[in-house]
């Protein structure tokens, strides 16, 4: 069996690029360069180097000992938290706008819910002085100021999206529709393993630099390079893909998506896509997606902003419906817990996504495992949901 993405786009029966014929020309001129370039020794060496001085990578590999004691297993956590602006997310970036450049693209466009993505994207648009339009639903731009006024002191543009729900899919939409009447001067920087072939591909590459490291690092600790369990949390997929990457064919090491079940998988309050699911087409790719019975894409909700998405990537939809991948749904309490726990056993206070990831113990049988856990981001943007939930 094989996990990674075939030279047609799909993953299994996942991927591709479902694209309305005006989108064709953009997808294709980056569908037949993004592997040359990205594979090149020039490409490679000045990505490394945006990674290593201004992200601040390698991230460490971080011994937890009083979780680690209190849960009866060896727990490590991968600390991209400590990345430049908190997360994951900019090792993406940076991978996109250095392969934008080399397409001789000068103009970046982005859509963002939350902002997180927004927030990346922008500054490495500041980094290489190229313009950036953020496309985000009105209703988010409301429910997300901190990180608009983030974009704006950067430099860039935040447009909002006002047509339908004025949310995510709404900015998707539009910035489809910039793209499509821009497709020489603009790159479309998509946030998580999502969208058409290649992006999926591509963003799961960038974020692979996360598990090359843990194989060095590991290695170091443990005397091997692989854990028993590896453990991410999953909205798109991009970090979960990230620390999996190297891990997709090593059969000795099992691969744990944590997903928000929100308000509980009963109800009509939760984004736990590969429990309430249904194979269709989200964003250009064939995947697993909350839809109503007439294919229409259902409005998810987790109190994670992060997670709030309807949809996984295709290479999860593969990795879950192959059964090389366990996925595990945790509801808002939960999650909200595991962030506290985690605060007060080792003074790490994890963005509400990532302590999704920390409530999965009692749910799979860990002990005396080799354990890593992505530590997606940091917790400093979630302070208000942090007061608001208040049971602490
Ligand atoms: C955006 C975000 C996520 C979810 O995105 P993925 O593509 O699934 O990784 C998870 N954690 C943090 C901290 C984020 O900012």
Known sequence: MKYNVNSNGFYGDFGGAYIPEMLFSNIDELRKNYLSIVEKDS???????????????????YYAKRLSEKYGSKIYLKREDLCHTGAHKINN?????????EL??????AETGAGQHGVATATVCALMGMECVIYMGEVDIERQRPNVERMRILGAEVRPATSGSRTLKDATNEAMRHWINNPDDTHYIIGSVVGPHPYPDMVARFQSVISEELLGQLKKVEGRDYPDFVIA??????????????YLENPKV???GVEAAGLGVSTDKSAATTKLGKKGVLHGSKTLLMQDENGQVTEPYSISA???????GPLHAHLFDS??????????????NAGIE??????????????????????????????VINLSGRGDKDLETYIKWGKY
């Open 93 to 101: 970036t940076i991978g996109q706008i250095l392969l934008a450049r």
């Open 233 to 246: 949390c999953v909205g798109g997929g991009s970090n979960a893909a990230g620390i999996f990457y190297h």
């Open 306 to 312: 992060g997670l709030d998405y309807p949809g996984i």
């Open 323 to 336: 059964k090389r991948g366990v996925y595990v749904s945790v509801e808002d309490d939960e999650a909200m």
């Open 342 to 371: 985690l605060s007060r056993l080792e003074g790490i206070i994890p963005a509400i996504e990532t302590a999704h990831a920390f409530s999965i113990f009692d749910k799979i049988d860990m002990k005396r495992k080799v354990i």
């Open 43 to 61: 490409f490679t060496r000045e990505f490394n180097f945006y990674l290593k001085k201004y992200v601040g990578r390698p991230t460490p590999l």
């Open 254 to 256: 099992k691969l744990v």
């Open 104 to 109: 001789k693209k000068t103009k970046i466009i």
